[in-house]
């Protein structure tokens, strides 16, 4: 199944004896490393691997040569604290944890496929979900890109920190009456999180932005991903390590949801 694609995995070693065997079984061939450094080591020695599966805990910075834009297929988990590596790659997808392992085998020989056949030939399944993610991601830049080139006359009273987090507050409390499997708007949470970072001049990790998604790691994940490539978001590295990252409203993106968000001062709405 993996014939001509190589796959190196750098993750615990209980990972690697859970998913080892079952991963064998299906012909899938991973070689095993149970740090960082052994991964940059390895990569720099073969140049051909054309998949890694990386628990973000084991990220270091070295890294960033081989696993940046133009490297092989990523597939990480875990810690979105170190997720700024896989972020920066433009093959990169992120998977749960602890899948089960007829789930996990799926992820990966998606992967698999993808990288034997070319980016043009996605599975039906990966495609589906990537497609519809970004088809999602699409309708959102797309709306708050004509709001921002037309918001209409100016807002009578300027867009306040404390006015947005009313907003975040009012949404979130809505969990308290009605289930929250109600309400999927990761794209919606995060640029309301983020703007309000914007007026206030502070930092947002990644890490953070996934805590206010209000959405599974993996799902905000995705979608910080796909804002960015829709525009909408920007992603900086952080100076001091290049496994973190934070993420920013970009200029269109700021525009357009203050003009958005300053309708809600006009007399009548």
Known sequence: MTEGVSIFGAVSPEWSRRYGPPLAEQGIDVRFVADGPSLVDALARDWSVGLVILDLALAVPEMTVRLGPGGPRVLAFGDPAHAGIALASNLADFIDADLADAALITAIGDAVQVEAAGVADLSDRQAARLGSLGREAERVAEALARLAADPGPPAPVPVSSA?????????????????????????????????????????????????????????ALRWIRTLCDAGLFERRNDPADARRAFISLSAAGEAAMAAYLGQFGRPGI
Do not use: H, K, Y
């Open 163 to 219: 006015m947005v987090r009313s907003l975040i507050r009012a949404r979130q409390a809505r969990e308290r009456f009605l289930p929250a499997g109600l309400f999927g708007e990761p794209a919606w949470d995060m640029l309301l999180d983020l703007f309000v970072a914007r007026l206030e001049a502070r930092d947002v990790s990644v890490s953070s932005l996934c805590i206010a998604a209000r959405v599974p790691t993996t799902t």
